[in-house]
């Protein structure tokens, strides 16, 4: 069941995630081709600094959803009330202060960029437009989510974010069309939202009838909440910074050029992060009932190997097919060059240190180990804000790119932690991520010494990446088979089991 509902939950989050990288294609270039570079960059700066919201509730997601594993494990409905009441309570407190935020930055955030022929109404409008919509989540949905992502239920809210990504692009786009000012088009956009809060609050009030939200809260749920306070703020402020820098010592153009890379590389993280978030719950459930010496051990396995694959196929293709999606999609922008070879390679970078420890992380997450790693995660965060802000003077974009990789480059500490966790060794990972690099040289050499890839179009461009894809497929399949084939059996063996079912 944990498998079955494992691939129900990847497969639709890889749905959403496709979308979203479509929708994410479609609505920055319109809005760079209708109010220019400067309103895009003022777009992705605002929606940055809105999600610092997050901070005010961040933790409390990950230990509520941690707190729930045992009593939805063992049926105990009681205890999984007192859970949610606390989680009703805490984020309606959440959604106040984070009105009074949103409204303070009304005010304070345009004196830092109405110097680029953008107004003072135009910005706070904007604002109050992007605020709104996470307002809404607190007082709406929160309290939902972490009961369907513990009961493994992610699908649930994939299917819902596919309709709110459509619905959402659709109104965007005719808001666009019919000339609309772009303050009010992400205003009309709060519709969508609106139809993704309705839609998951209709459909868990009828799956799970037995949940209440008026019980005796349980606030020892929100225990680890500190503990987890710490991963997430470290995390914002590796991936949170680089715009902030940008914003403040450089330009909106900058934080532009940012944000076209960070489209990419930002959907393909999401793609392969869907395989961590498909997972994470059966891995939380297998720790509570103390299954971790057989099932756990096995499972990890099959589930490091198929995630490595991805990962070489993934940044393999990013790399060879990266600069030509971007001089097709930015074909026609004359205002700023967007094509930047020393960029890409930042990115790649900074994408694989990321997710090689995804497998690792997803244990420590599963088990609750937020305590016991919290303070690499501080110093993940130091080195990043440090070394990105001495050098975003000299080097610009680069110099923010080259700091986050030196924080990542650091916590890569956590791929031993895990394997201490579960008592298993660590030289079968050693192996596999040695074959993550050599299979991806393979794949790239081909396109650094003989094939160069220019395409025209769009559609020029897919038709390249479809041979690229094919070709990287072949040399990740061949290896593996080669050097894993009985692990690779099984895993494709526990997958057939389930579709056949």
Not at 353 to 364: A, C, D
Not at 401 to 424: E, Q
Request: glycine letters at 8%.
């Amino acid at each position: 069941m944990r498998t079955k509902r494992a691939i129900y939950n990847t497969l639709t989050a890889l749905l959403m995630q496709l979308i979203n990288f479509g929708a994410g294609l479609i609505i920055p270039r319109l809005i760079i081709e209708s109010y220019g570079s400067n309103v895009n960059g003022l777009v992705v700066s605002i929606v940055q600094f809105i999600g610092y919201l997050y901070l005010i509730e961040v933790g409390i997601s990950g230990a509520l959803t941690f707190s729930l594993y045992k009593p939805l494990a063992e049926g105990d409905t009681a205890a999984v009330n007192r859970i949610l009441t606390a989680a009703k309570n805490t984020y309606r407190q959440i959604g106040l202060y984070a009105s009074g935020i949103v409204l303070i930055m009304m005010f304070v955030y345009p004196l830092f960029v109405i110097g680029e022929q953008i107004t003072y109404f135009e910005v706070a409008a904007l604002v109050a437009a992007v605020g709104s919509a996470s307002l809404l989540n607190y007082f709406t949905i929160a309290k939902y989510n972490a009961l369907l992502v513990a009961s493994q239920s992610n699908y649930v809210l994939s299917i819902f974010r596919i309709v709110y990504l459509i619905a959402n692009t659709l109104i965007i786009v005719g808001m666009v069309h019919a000339g609309a000012h772009f303050a009010l088009v992400y205003t009309a956009a709060l519709g969508a939202q609106l139809l993704q809060a309705i839609g998951i609050i209709l459909y868990a009030k009828r799956k799970y009838p037995d949940a209440r939200f008026d019980a005796e809260p349980d606030t020892s749920a929100l225990a680890n909440r500190n503990n987890v306070l710490v991963h997430e703020l470290s995390r914002m402020a590796v991936f949170g910074s680089p715009v902030i820098l940008l914003t403040l010592f450089a330009t909106l153009t900058d934080v532009s050029i940012y944000s076209v890379y960070a489209l990419v590389f930002t959907g393909i993280n999401m793609i392969i992060g869907v395989f961590n978030n498909g997972l994470t719950a059966g891995f939380g459930q297998l720790f509570t009932q103390k299954e971790m010496r057989s099932n756990l051990q096995v499972s990890y396995s099959q589930y490091e190997l198929l995630f490595y694959m991805i990962l070489a196929f993934v940044y393999s293709c990013a790399w060879i097919l990266g600069l030509p999606f971007v001089h097709v999609y930015t074909d026609g922008i004359s205002t700023t060059r967007y094509e930047d070879g020393i960029v890409l390679l930042l990115f790649v970078v900074i994408g694989v240190l990321e997710n090689w420890k995804i497998p690792q992380s997803t244990l420590i997450i599963a088990a609750g180990h937020f305590k016991e790693t919290r303070h690499r995660a501080i110093i993940e965060a130091v080195i990043v804000l440090i070394a990105s802000t001495i050098l975003v003077f000299p080097l610009g974009l680069k110099g923010v790119l080259i700091g986050s990789s030196l924080g990542l480059a650091y916590r890569a500490i956590d791929l031993l932690y895990a394997h201490k966790l579960i008592g298993i060794s660590f030289t079968p990972t050693l192996l596999r991520l040695i074959r993550v690099f050599v299979t991806g040289a393979i794949i790239i050499a081909p396109f650094e010494t003989v094939f160069d890839l220019h395409a025209t179009g769009m559609w020029s461009w897919v038709v390249q990446a479809i041979g690229v894809a094919l070709w990287a497929g072949f040399v990740i399949l061949i290896a593996n088979l080669l050097l894993e084939r009985k692990a690779l059996a099984a895993v494709l063996s526990r997958v057939t089991r389930v579709f056949k079912r």
